[in-house]
Nanobody, 124 residues
């Protein structure tokens, strides 16, 4: 079992930045690939970014590529999502998730554990 707790969300202006954190506890953090997903009101949950167990592999949704960066610190059992040049369409609840497979998956169904989410609102 892995418990995930996100933090760092909030209200930010267009073009601003936020850094989300996701702290893990329970099973060994470095066993899991980690992902960030988001869900806007009335929309399906969508993939944002994922990072491999070692941190050497990453993958991003086209909509955030070049603006968002995923990183992890296995010593601190934490994964981060640095979000720059934020746009109104980035407004959503952001979730971190853990996948015990050795892959960089964009499919929510392949992630076994989820956090409760943190709200990000980008104001115009």
């Amino acid at each position: 079992q892995v418990q995930l707790v996100e933090s760092g969300g909030g209200l930010v202006q267009i073009g601003g930045s936020l850094r989300l954190s996701c702290a893990a506890s329970g099973r060994t953090f470095s066993y899991f690939a980690m992902g960030w997903f988001r869900q806007a009101p009335g929309k399906a949950r969508e993939f944002v970014a994922t990072i491999s167990q070692s941190g050497t592999g990453t993958s991003y949704a086209n909509s955030v590529k070049g603006r968002f960066t995923i990183a992890r610190d296995n010593a601190k059992n934490t994964v981060y999502l640095q979000m720059n040049s934020l746009k109104p369409e980035d407004t959503a609840v952001y979730y971190c998730a853990a996948d015990n497979g050795y892959r960089l998956s964009s499919w929510p169904n392949e992630y076994s554990y989820w956090g409760q989410g943190t709200q990000v609102t980008v104001s115009s």
